[in-house]
């Protein structure tokens, strides 16, 4: 409510102009501008906004960019021309990179992503309608009292230090929508941002200087905006192309940051963070002291946070054996003079163990399910269950494996077709799935199923039989249970040499 307050006290002299091509949004938006406004003109597109523009002054412009007629950037680009420092707020649903670059190349102020969340925008109104109060009073200052020069050019300097501010914002912004798109990514640009300062500090470096690199390293990874999704989500090992797909982000970070003058030393240090101080890195193949200093000490930052944190395929090591895993590659990924530093002043890092690539929410399972889940069944497939059991062999959490095998299903679909046979693999698995849903089920070479369990149980095999029975196509089921721990069952290819070996065959 205070926030609301202010708001409206500091924009009830500004006026402000808003330009939206949804008519039900532009109603809904004005209406709720004019609550703080003196005053609201709205344009249904770029050209008739550009026109509004012409005719008068405001303060501030609110402005879509997909529009007909004209686009917003168009708009924007015709509108800077003429009143340089005219503020601007993009409101869109487009998030590509590019928009965001355009954004930063014609100063915008504030980049709002569509559906509209009030409580950000009101706070991106307020920090630049305090920007702007701030301006006007400036010229008023050089106006009226030359005594206050001196302070006006303190003004300067915070208003140029907020300039920056809404730069980094923007692409603090984008860092984050990044690593939104996936669990293991969300906050690791922070933490190796926060290990780069720790080890800049410990190397006696100037408070400037590890604010420095802290900032270059909450941008390390601005690259993966160009990573396709189906790479960057993959919650499991990545194929040799999939690997070299994801090395790109190096180059295209470095890109991205060095078109804009403030960032072209960062993007230097962004550049080569994925180098190796014996020359086997990437993009470039950097060696030694041709690394980037401060690239050298991201390089040991991001290596310490990716081995304390829980991935699919790795779990996680505690940080001192991170440190040590550091200090056995000192000379051949990391500069020792770093390593030295690094070892003292990670020591106490508490590590939130709470990272991991597991999922977390509907949203999280969805994604999975686009990894692991079988097509027909809508089991889990055996990936997954490769996964589980690798796991397995350090959480005990599953205790025993029950299989299950359908027989005659070959013949079965021989003679219904294959067709009829997805039918009534997917029948299979709903019935499964109703019957024991608190354990994990998977499809399993075909035609049949696997259970696991926290702890012995009883398969319902008359349940099962009787369900088959309802086709009428002469099928029946066996299970063999096995105890995981006992028969050391942790990985898949572990099982398919037990079951080989047992009384049940591979069909």
Known sequence: MNSLKKLKQLCSHLSVLYVEDDPHLRDLLSSYLQKFFLEVVTAEDGQSGLLAFRKKSFDLVITDIQMPHMNGIEMIEAIKAEVPDQEIIIL????????????????????????????????????IGKKIIAMQENKRYKQDLEKLVQEELAKNRILEDEKIFNYEQTLIALVQMIE?????????????AHYCKLIAQAMGFLPEEANFIYRAGILHDIGKIVTPDAILLKPGKLEENEYKLIQEHVTAGRKMLEKIPMYKELALIVGAHHERYDGQGYPNGLKGDAIPFLSRIMIVADAFDAMTTNR????????????????????????PRIVAYAL??????????????????????????????????????????????TQNANSKVYKSLHFMSIHNFGAFNQCYGWNEGDVLLKSIGAYLMKKYGTSLIFRFQGDDFIVLYYENMNIDILGMENFLALSE???????????????????????????VTSSLQLK
């Open 92 to 127: 869109t649903a487009f998030s590509e990179s590019s928009f965001f670059m355009d954004a930063i190349r014609l100063d915008v102020s504030g980049y709002l992503i569509k559906p509209v969340d009030f409580e950000n925008m009101n706070r991106t109104v307020l920090r």
């Open 473 to 499: 196509k002469k099928l029946f089921v066996s299970v063999e249970i096995f105890d995981i721990q006992e028969k050391q069952i942790y990985s898949l290819l572990e099982f398919e040499k037990l079951i």
């Open 180 to 192: 939104k798109r996936d669990t293991y990514t969300g906050g690791h640009s922070e933490r190796v």
């Open 344 to 389: 003292e002043a990670l020591r106490n890092i508490e590590i939130n163990t709470s990272n991991t690539q597991m999922p977390n929410g509907e949203i999280e399972q969805e994604r999975f399910a686009y990894f692991y889940r079988d097509q027909v069944t809508g089991l889990y497939n055996q990936a997954y269950l490769d996964l589980i059991l």
């Open 312 to 335: 699919i395929y790795k779990p996680r090591l505690n940080h001192l054996d991170a440190l040590e895993e550091i200090r056995t590659n000192s000379g051949k990924q990391f500069d």
